[in-house]
Each structure stands twice: as structure tokens, then as C-alpha cells.
């Protein structure tokens, strides 16, 4: 099992009050208060009820991936053509709270000269930006593949100061620890493993003063391997993550926001749908999906202007399909009478 740690903030902008009175103490503690109770409504808002965030934060080399898959050549135009065509779905925002860009995408604007941030904000939408550089090899470590105790305490301390640095930026925090499920390993072992990771964020969460009731959490599922002999299905796949969750996941986390990981995007929704009907839940489950919101829009789209509307249709469905996990009424059903209606 590999394990990797990326870092991705979202959150509106929260800038600190000024004091009317320079050394006044009080005018301190209160604009520290609202600071802390917008960090709070803000990562509320993200886990609005049926809503869930779209991470399109690819990074330069993994959205040239995604473009190969369609045989189309990534430049700063196409990717500009294929951001703008998810953040102006029809009413996609009935399901989608925020959006995570990346750092290219924040500063380009759709085909009518308004900036991205702008655009999403006008449909109610909470614009965020992801701040690392990709996965780094761990010093000392080469070769790594099953994390070792330094491997996961060194990055939920990581974790940690990127956390505390957003809050005291006043901005929300989304902790992504992510253990990748490429593998032959079982449930059971992802689930250890999961453990092992959320013990030592939360430890080190708290040793660092962070404020868990203004993060959200976006961790991966507890699955089997994908290259695994028997692969756990909906029900189990809910059990094991609830366990791990309720474990170690303190009840003051407004939400958990799954990323996909790889998995179908039917799967996705299955699994997070599986965990809603076992609600309710001490955090709100929803989803912060990359591949499994996008997989169906990038493929009807093709990189073909004719097709955006197409594309649109397939983004806004996902969205909707996941809207529904989170209140545990999803059913394979509904996915074909979608298509047929
Ligand atoms: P996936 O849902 O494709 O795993 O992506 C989520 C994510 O974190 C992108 O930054």
C-alpha cells in the first residue's frame, strides 16, 4: 500500500478586523471570536445538506493524464475551456457548495472576461485553492510503500501546520490525509492503516491548537486494494470506514468530505451512500470528489465545443447522484433513469 499526503485549503477569505482602538484588548477578543465563528459557518456551509464540493485542483501534470485519456493536448487554453465549462453547469450549484482550483485556475476567468473566483462566487458557490506542489519522497525513506510510524507521524505533523496556518490566515483548512488503495491488500488492513494515520492527525491537530471545529476532513474510504483477490462491497466498505471514523474522528469536525481515490464514480457514490443510510452521523458525510464527479463530463466532452453541452449534462448528473448519497436515497436506478429521461 502506498501512502501519500496532499495539502489543499478551501475556504472564503476571512480577513482580520481592524481595532477601533489600537491596545484594546476586548476589540481583540471579539474580532478573534467572529473570525473563529466565520471559520466555523464557512466550513458548515461547505456541508450544506445534499451538497458537496468539486475538487477540480489537478495540477498541471495530472491534468495532461486526464486530457491524454481523450486524446486531447493540454495547454493553458483547453484546460481554461475545460474549467469553464464545469463551473458554468445550469444549476449545478443545487449540489455543489465549493470548488477547489488550482493555482493556475484561480487566476484564469471564463470566456466573458470574468475571473473564476468571481464566477463561482455569483452562483453561491465558495471558491478555494489547493497550496501544495504534489506528493515528495520522505527523507531517509526510499522505497517506502507501507507506512512506517515515521512516514505518518512526519505528515500529520505536516498536516497539522498547514492547518494552523489557514486558520490563522482565516482561512478553512481541508486536512487530506489519503492512503492510496492501489494494492493487494485487504479491508481490514486499510482500516489499520486509516486508524494509525487519523490517531496521529487528531494528536497532532490538537498539540498544535488547531481549531478542528473550523477544518473539514477529506480522507480516502476504507477498501480493499483495487488489485485485491476479493474486494469489499457497499455495505462492508460503510461498516469499516464508520468504525475507523467513530474511532478516531473527533465529533466537533463539522464533516467528512471523501475524496474518490480512483474508484468508479458509481462506486463513489454507492459507498458514501452506504455510510448516509447508516445515519445519523455525529459530521456531516459528503463528498469532495475529483475524478469521480469529472470521469463521465471529461469523456462526453472530448475536447469538442459541440459536446460541452453534453459534458454539462454529465457533470450536473454526477453531482445530483451524489447529492442523493448524502442523504442515503441513492439507487443504481436512478442512474438510468437519468439517462433515459
Ligand atoms: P479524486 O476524487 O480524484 O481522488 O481527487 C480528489 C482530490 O483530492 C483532488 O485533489
Redesign the pocket.
Known amino acids: 500500500m502506498l501512502y501519500q499526503l496532499?495539502y489543499?485549503r478551501l475556504g472564503r477569505r476571512l480577513y482580520r478586523r481592524r481595532r477601533n482602538n489600537p491596545g484594546d484588548d476586548i476589540g481583540d477578543r471579539e474580532s478573534d471570536a467572529m473570525a473563529q465563528n466565520d471559520l466555523h459557518e464557512t466550513a458548515k456551509a461547505l456541508v450544506a445538506e445534499g451538497k458537496g464540493i468539486l475538487?477540480a485542483?489537478?495540477s498541471t501534470g495530472t491534468i495532461k493524464k486526464r486530457f491524454d485519456s481523450i486524446g486531447l493536448e493540454s495547454t493553458e487554453d483547453t484546460r481554461r475551456a475545460y474549467r469553464e465549462l464545469l463551473f458554468t453547469t445550469p444549476r449545478v450549484e443545487e449540489y455543489i457548495s465549493g470548488v477547489?482550483l488550482y493555482d493556475e485556475t484561480i487566476r484564469q476567468s471564463a470566456s466573458d472576461g470574468t475571473p473564476f473566483p468571481r464566477l463561482l462566487a455569483s452562483k453561491g458557490i465558495i471558491p478555494g485553492i489547493?497550496v501544495d506542489l504534489g506528493a515528495k519522497p520522505l527523507a531517509l525513506s526510499e522505497g517506502e510503500t507501507l507506512p512506517s510510524d515515521y512516514c505518518i507521524w512526519s505528515n500529520a505533523h505536516a498536516l497539522a501546520r498547514y492547518a494552523a496556518l489557514c486558520e490563522e490566515a482565516r482561512i478553512v483548512p481541508i486536512v487530506?490525509p489519503?492512503v492510496l488503495m492501489d494494492g493487494t491488500h485487504t479491508i481490514e488492513q486499510s482500516y489499520h492503516v486509516t486508524s494509525r494515520v487519523l490517531k496521529a492527525l487528531y494528536t497532532e491537530l490538537y498539540d498544535q491548537r488547531v481549531d478542528v471545529e473550523g477544518t473539514l476532513l477529506?480522507p480516502n474510504m476504507v477498501l480493499s486494494g483495487y488489485d485485491a483477490a476479493e474486494r469489499a462491497g457497499a455495505e462492508e466498505v460503510a461498516e469499516w470506514t464508520l468504525k475507523c471514523f467513530y474511532k478516531h474522528v473527533p465529533a466537533a469536525v463539522p464533516g467528512i468530505v471523501f475524496?474518490?481515490?480512483?474508484q468508479s464514480d458509481e462506486d463513489a457514490t454507492a459507498n458514501l451512500n452506504a455510510m448516509n443510510a447508516k445515519g445519523p452521523h455525529p459530521w456531516q458525510l459528503s463528498f469532495?470528489?475529483?475524478?469521480?464527479l469529472q470521469a463521465p463530463a471529461l469523456k462526453a466532452w472530448g475536447g469538442k465545443p459541440e459536446n460541452v453541452e453534453a459534458a454539462q449534462h454529465a457533470y450536473y448528473h454526477r453531482a445530483k447522484m451524489n447529492s442523493a448519497a448524502r442523504s442515503g436515497l441513492y439507487a443504481p436506478e436512478l442512474e438510468r433513469e437519468a439517462v433515459t429521461a
Open positions: 496532499s489543499v475538487a485542483d489537478e477547489i489547493k487530506e489519503e477529506k475524496l474518490s481515490g480512483g469532495s470528489y475529483g475524478r469521480a
